[in-house]
């Protein structure tokens, strides 16, 4: 599926780079989490909120966040996007993979069709 938007997949310069040096998103993300599916179970079980940055004063990147990266790198097809936007398991989610078809506009006609 063709991908838009710049290197940083339309997040904040500061964000990514926290996220990519991030410990979580280094040792857990990147190593851990090979498949789209995988990266799915792991925002079922540790995603809580969806907000870019850590609760409080930490600049760290939140948990979300460092998952929708991932699923950012991992070049998604179409129909993966579209199981994970339609998800009944999770409010987070569906929140998170609609950030990824939004910060992507991963195709116009996957951008229409979720609207």
Known sequence: MDQYGNSNYNLETVLKQNIVNSDFYRNDCAVKLKTWSEVIDQIFYQVDYVE?????????????????????????????????????????????????????LVSCKLHVQAC
């Not at 979300?64 to 950012?72: G, K, V």
């Not at 070049?75 to 990824?100: C, F, L, Q, W």
């Open 52 to 104: 870019p940055w850590l609760a409080g004063n930490a600049r760290g990147p939140s948990t979300a966040f460092c998952l929708l990266y991932r699923l950012f790198t991992l070049k998604p097809i179409e129909e993966e996007v579209r199981a994970t936007i339609n998800h009944e398991d999770s409010v987070y989610i569906r929140a998170v993979s609609d950030g990824a078809r939004s910060s992507l």
